[in-house]
């Protein structure tokens, strides 16, 4: 492809300017990229490819940034969350609570251990699950509550914690979307009786594929998941359950590291870009985000406004070269995977309605002010009614 540079006579960006991207990855920073090469490299001359040094350096730099004791490196955040489910005793016959506005692989964690996922509603303002609505959906059989700390919100973990703690039901945190973000002080993932996180590209914390962590306090759980991410092998030949193969990558392991290093930093932009976005949408046109509670906090994953033109406002966006996307657009409880649960439009109403009313606006740490503006020139644009 490049024999042909030169010949065309105008480049897309002297006609119209650039798409302003859904969000940015690390080939678009020459430096990080270059530093981020190089660590590869080490793990390819060594040939350590698999658990090792580079996974156990990172397990023991991400929980302490958690304010854990114990990170333990696995394959994805799905892997996360089930072999925490898993690691503390959940399956057939327990039924976990699952806010049904999440991606679905909340549900699909549960799902794999045996238990029941019972899909709950969300808060109209926040997005997200609250202590109330889950008190609400408690049978004999709750043993364990999944609060998704979705797009970057904290959930409001106090009363949560409480009620749960009360009636002897586990906590999991899915802080899969909200790397560093805190509540009353403490980062999430460390409130509850486990955090899972997801290391996909994309997210706060992005690998180059796929990983994720659990991070815990309990020792008992950190081993019980080491045990299940990689055969049961408590020594060598010595396999005390049947599992999986569900590791973190040394490769990928070696690239968090790097990059968990600047993770500070890059949520810091996200926010600040959050704030800037919503000062500068909020003239009536789309709903922003709701301000993150005194006690919480928002590390902005997404930036999600609503609209109730919602899809007439993203032609609107397409048009004028702005990326958006939807997260998400079937609440989970209305997938077809999740069809044998029985629940019908206008079960969980709130979670329908944003799923209707949501667009996802461009968030990334090096959104420029001029992405910011062009951003809200087009919102401004749009006339809803
Ligand atoms: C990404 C994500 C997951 C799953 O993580 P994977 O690494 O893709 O398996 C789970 N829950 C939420 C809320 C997510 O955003």
Not at 49 to 60: D, K, P, Y
Not at 133 to 146: D, G, L, M, S
Not at 194 to 223: H, I, M, R
Not at 328 to 349: D, F, R, W
Request: charged share 20%.
């Amino acid at each position: 492809m490049n024999s042909h540079n030169g010949s065309s006579v105008l480049t897309p960006s002297e006609t119209t300017p650039a798409r302003v991207p859904f969000t940015r990855l690390d080939n678009a920073d020459p430096e990080l990229l270059a530093e981020l090469l190089e660590v590869v490299a080490d793990v390819a001359a060594n040939a350590a490819f698999t658990l090792g040094e580079a996974v156990e350096a990172f397990e023991r730099e991400f929980a302490a940034w958690c304010n854990s004791a114990h990170a333990v490196g696995v394959s994805s955040g799905t892997a996360a969350l089930e072999l925490a489910l898993r690691g503390l005793g959940i399956g057939p016959g327990d039924e976990v609570i699952v806010p049904t506005n999440s991606f679905i692989a909340t549900a699909e964690a549960v799902s794999a251990t045996g238990a029941t996922p019972v899909l709950v509603d969300v808060d109209e303002q926040t997005a997200l699950l609250t202590a109330a609505i889950a008190e609400q959906a408690f049978t004999p059989r709750t043993r364990c509550v999944i609060p998704v700390h979705l797009y970057g919100r904290t959930v409001e973990m106090g009363p949560l914690l409480e009620l749960c703690a009360k009636r002897g039901i586990f906590v999991v945190e899915d802080a899969c979307q909200a790397h560093g973000a805190r509540y009353r002080d403490r980062p999430v993932g460390s409130l509850g009786d486990a955090g899972c996180f997801s290391f996909y590209p994309t997210k706060n914390l992005g690998a180059w594929g796929d990983g994720g962590a659990v991070v815990t306090n309990d020792s008992n759980l950190a081993a019980q998941v080491r045990l299940l991410r990689s055969h049961g092998e408590a020594t060598r030949h010595n396999h005390e359950l049947p599992a999986r193969t569900d590791r973190l990558d040394a490769l990928q392991a070696a690239i968090l590291r790097v990059k968990l290093e600047r993770l500070d930093d890059a949520n810091e932009r996200r926010r600040n870009a959050g704030a800037l976005l919503s000062a500068a949408l909020d003239q009536g046109n789309v709903t922003v985000p709701a301000a993150a509670a005194a006690d919480g906090d928002h590390v902005f994953h997404l930036f999600v406004v609503r609209s109730p033109a919602r899809d007439r406002l993203r032609e609107h966006l397409d048009a004028n070269g702005i990326s958006n996307a939807i997260h998400y657009p079937t609440p989970i409880h209305l997938q077809p995977a999740y069809a044998g649960l029985g629940m019908k439009q206008g079960s969980l109403p709130n979670a329908e309605r944003l799923a209707v009313e949501s667009c996802s606006l461009p968030i990334f740490p090096t959104i420029e002010e001029r992405e910011i503006e062009r951003i809200a020139t087009a919102v401004a644009g749009f006339v809803a009614a």
